[in-house]
């Protein structure tokens, strides 16, 4: 059974930390595109960063560009992403998505596979 399942989410202060992690079973995450998207209700699900499959090639949102890293860890089956410099802005529900075929769409949510059932991540100001 696939699945993925988000970490990490939380309260914090503006300009803290936090880092969210995205577990995947019953694939192996270095032979699918992995991206985090974030929601706002009322507003559009928009595309934070993605890693590619393979090479890894990374993507940033430029909102995030600087402040955000997303990694992978074949051993361990996890994408991460390391938040910093957090704003109220940043304020969503993060999910965690894996495509197989997604090619240079990364930003389209429906080329995706699979999705985390989403964490909260809420930055006070």
């Known amino acids: 059974e696939v699945q993925l399942v988000e970490v990490g989410g939380g309260l914090v202060q503006a300009g803290g930390s936090l880092r969210l992690s995205c577990a995947a079973s019953g694939f192996t995450v270095d032979d699918y595109a992995i991206g985090w998207f974030r929601h706002v209700p009322g507003k559009e699900r928009e595309v934070v960063s993605c890693i590619t499959s393979n090479d890894g090639r990374t993507l940033y949102a430029d909102s995030v560009k600087g402040r955000f890293t997303i990694s992978r860890d074949n051993a361990k089956n996890t994408v991460y992403l390391q938040m910093n410099s957090l704003r109220s802005e940043d304020t969503a529900v993060y999910y965690c998505?894996?495509?197989?075929?997604?090619?240079?769409?990364?930003?389209?949510?429906?080329?995706?596979?699979?999705w985390g059932q989403g964490t909260q991540v809420t930055v006070s100001s």
């Open positions: 998505a894996a495509g197989r075929y997604v090619g240079p769409r990364t930003v389209v949510p429906d080329v995706y596979d699979y």
